[in-house]
């Protein structure tokens, strides 16, 4: 597609669930990035891939949370036993390898923890 | 650690007319990029426009630009001409140049509503 896609576009699941989020990213672009937005934290940084590597994990807040890339283009968000706190606007960006590059968004995934 | 802060959480400006949106940020870095996404309640994150820190002139895009000010640390974005379409929360970000940190540090976000 011309754009990043991400899926599924809202999932709802009871706490203690896990639950996987999907980016497929911009063709060519080897650079991925995951961030998470919610009322009370704004937006974050969670783990940025270059290529199927993850040079930064700084901002994934719990080991319950973790991600994969694999043929340097599709990615996994996983959150293991979701808490109420992990409520939250996941979005997903991509970009080309050359720094100089903007991010280009995906529409998010709405999750919503019961 | 960057950081960026937006003082109006929220902003209203007539059709036609001209608004300026706030971003301050805080690095010792001397080499980033500056930008300002727009968000409408779709909820994509869409690149307004863009500033490489090493250029003294100001960006522009349409009917938006940028007033840069390095040392003051100060990016300020200006829409003339506003239009129904512009109304959206305007998110002011940060990115590093040093290869390897990427990410965007992204202030609170600035809600702007058109006026018919």
């Known amino acids: 597609g011309a754009g990043v896609s991400q899926s599924p576009s809202n999932k709802v699941t009871e706490k203690g669930k896990d639950v996987e989020l999907r980016c497929d990213p911009i063709s060519g672009h080897t650079a991925l990035y995951w961030y998470r937005q919610s009322l009370g934290q704004g937006l974050e940084f969670l783990i940025y891939f270059q290529g199927n590597s993850a040079p930064d994990k700084s901002g994934l807040p719990s080991d319950r949370f973790s991600a994969e890339r694999t043929g340097g283009s599709v990615s996994t968000l996983t959150i293991q036993r979701t808490q109420q706190e992990d409520s939250a606007v996941y979005l997903c960006?991509?970009?080309?390898?050359?720094?100089?590059?903007?991010?280009?968004f995906g529409d998010g995934t709405r999750l919503s923890i019961l | 650690a960057q950081t960026v802060t937006q003082s109006q959480p929220e902003m209203s400006v007539q059709e036609a007319e001209t608004v300026t949106l706030s971003c301050t940020y805080d690095t010792s870095e001397s080499d980033y990029y500056l930008f300002w996404y727009k968000q409408p309640p779709s909820r994509q994150m869409i690149l307004v426009i863009r500033?490489?820190?090493?250029?003294?002139q100001n960006a522009t895009e349409n009917r938006f630009s940028v007033n840069f000010q390095k040392a003051a640390k100060s990016f300020s974005l200006k829409i003339s001409d506003s239009q129904l379409g512009d109304a959206a929360m305007y998110f002011c970000?940060?990115?590093?140049?040093?290869?390897?940190?990427?990410?965007?540090?992204f202030g609170t976000g600035t809600r702007l509503t058109i006026i018919p």
């Open positions: 960006a991509s970009s080309s390898y050359y720094s100089n590059q903007p991010q280009h």
């Open positions: 970000a940060y990115r590093s140049q040093s290869f390897g940190n990427e990410k965007l540090t």
């Open positions: 500033q490489e820190a090493y250029k003294q």
